[in-house]
């Protein structure tokens, strides 16, 4: 099928955004051909965004290992065996430091994780105080803690919190074989918490996990199909890490990879799509296919929690060939 052989429009500029995709909508986007679903994602990104501007952003653990969920892809998990050790939280004046090196190094967003369920009110006390820290710096705010109730949200917003992760991982129907200590409801909870305290939502997936196409286009119909779009869309390749349960996934296709940044790209318009995870083993050729498809976000510095990613001279010199300047 080509993109006049759709059964539905695209889009034309100035149209509402919808929040009613269907899923034979979305199949109908994965089967294009690529240079139809390419300049579709790059049609509808112009609408919106600069296309040569791409984010740079700087994720930090807070708060490394020892989580009792069992995220089957999670070197943090506690249910495995894979050399992180578990660490307190770390200490305000450290993560200020990693900030300001971010931020000089070019980062205009700082996000920081730490490895819990969901977070204890006298965590949050602390957690407060970075937010307000890194703020000041002159920095976008993101964190992601796990699962987060009402109050503790509105505790975060009124810290000056600007976004906070949660990601749906994959769609409903593969979620049970990846994690089993806390449902996809849950994870609907905690974001509808997080929207109604004005917090902006990032919230993203994994994929490679094994999951078919099917599964991607369940997870994304289920983001595009949220009441709100998230502000920031994560989409994740697998970090295959040694002693989690995923370590020995077979590779996603690169290309089905790019098909699925463009899909949300084409389904949630106004959203940040992050290419986050897994840029470390990814080539410079499927990360330009990435931007070309309406990725316009990218995690900076060597490490990415607890895994590696490009060093930030790579970065800068993909950037500088494909002519992409850090958005500001
Ligand atoms: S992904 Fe988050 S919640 Fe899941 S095991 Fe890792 S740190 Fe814990």
């Known amino acids: ?32 051909p690529l240079s139809e679903l390419i300049f579709s994602a790059q ?71 730490a490895a819990w369920r969901s977070p204890k009110d006298r965590d949050l006390d602390q957690v407060c105080a970075m937010i307000e820290g890194v703020k000041a710096l002159g920095l976008e705010t993101c964190v992601t803690l796990g699962m987060l109730t009402q109050p503790q949200a509105h505790r975060l917003k009124d810290a000056g919190l600007d976004y906070y992760n949660h990601n749906l991982d ?20 905690t974001l509808e918490n997080v929207r109604s305290a004005g917090i ?16 991607r286009i369940g997870m994304i119909l289920t983001l595009a199909n949220l009441p709100v779009h998230p502000e920031s869309v994560p989409i994740n390749m697998l970090v295959r890490v040694a002693g989690t349960p995923l370590a020995e996934t077979p590779p996603l296709d690169a290309i089905e990879f790019v098909r699925t940044i463009a899909v949300a790209r084409i389904t949630m318009p106004r959203s940040m799509v992050r290419l986050s995870a897994g840029r470390e083993t990814m080539s410079e050729e499927t990360q330009a296919l990435c931007f070309l498809a309406g990725a316009n976000s990218i995690f900076c510095g ?12 790579r970065d800068r010199g993909l950037m500088d060939r494909l002519g992409l300047s850090p958005m500001g």
């Open 302 to 313: 060597p490490k990415l929690l607890t895994t590696r990613n490009p060093e930030r001279d």
């Open 43 to 113: 049609t509808v990104h112009r609408e919106f965004f600069d296309p040569s501007s791409v984010q740079l952003s700087t994720l930090l653990s807070i708060k490394t290992g020892g989580c009792p969920e069992d995220c089957a892809y999670c070197p943090q998990s506690a249910h495995y065996e894979t050399g992180v050790n578990a660490e307190k939280l770390m200490p305000l004046d450290k993560v200020l430091a990693e900030a300001r090196a971010a931020r000089d190094a070019g980062a205009s967003r700082f996000c920081m994780g």
């Open 1 to 32: 099928m080509t993109l006049a052989e759709t059964p539905f429009p695209i889009r034309t500029s100035g149209d509402p955004l919808r929040h009613d995709w269907r899923r034979d909508e979305l199949r109908a986007l994965f089967e294009l």
């Open 200 to 215: 902006h939502v990032c919230c993203g997936g994994i994929v490679g996990m094994g999951e078919t196409r099917e599964d």
């Open 170 to 189: 994959t769609s409903p129907e593969f979620y049970g074989k990846i994690i089993s200590t806390r449902t996809y409801d849950d994870r609907l909870d």
